[in-house]
């Protein structure tokens, strides 16, 4: 079995900060991606950042040069640490993450999501 665990979502002001983090846990054998998405009231869940087991990075066009995502493979966690939020930001952020199990089994597994909330 492999859990994951999202904290660090809330209510912050417009050109705030917050962090997430996201641990897993559980019958893991590696980790290859690690990724956060988003979702709006109304609209289609998208893609935030991503981070592979290399370190390299992508970000979606709306969030770069804001939002940085890292990862302690020691711990199993990816992290987003956001800044300059914008009402826009609003939404429930997800993390997914791409990982082999100790039985060999491939799998995607995703986080229960957490609340951000970003006002004027």
């Known amino acids: 079995q492999v859990q994951l665990v999202e904290s660090g979502g809330g209510l912050v002001q417009a050109g705030g900060s917050l962090r997430l983090s996201c641990a897993a846990s559980g019958s893991i054998f590696s980790i290859n991606y690690m990724g956060w998405y988003r979702q709006a009231p109304g609209k289609q869940r998208e893609l935030v950042a991503v981070i592979t087991s290399g370190g390299d990075t992508n970000y979606a066009e709306s969030v770069k040069g804001r939002f940085t995502i890292s990862r302690d493979n020691a711990k199993n966690t990816v992290y987003l640490q956001m800044n300059s939020l914008q009402l826009e930001d609003t939404a429930v952020y997800y993390c997914?993450?791409?990982?082999?199990?100790?039985?060999?089994?491939?799998?995607?597994?995703w986080g229960q999501g957490t609340q951000v909330t970003v006002s004027s």
């Open positions: 997914k993450m791409s990982m082999r199990r100790t039985d060999s089994v491939n799998y995607n597994y």
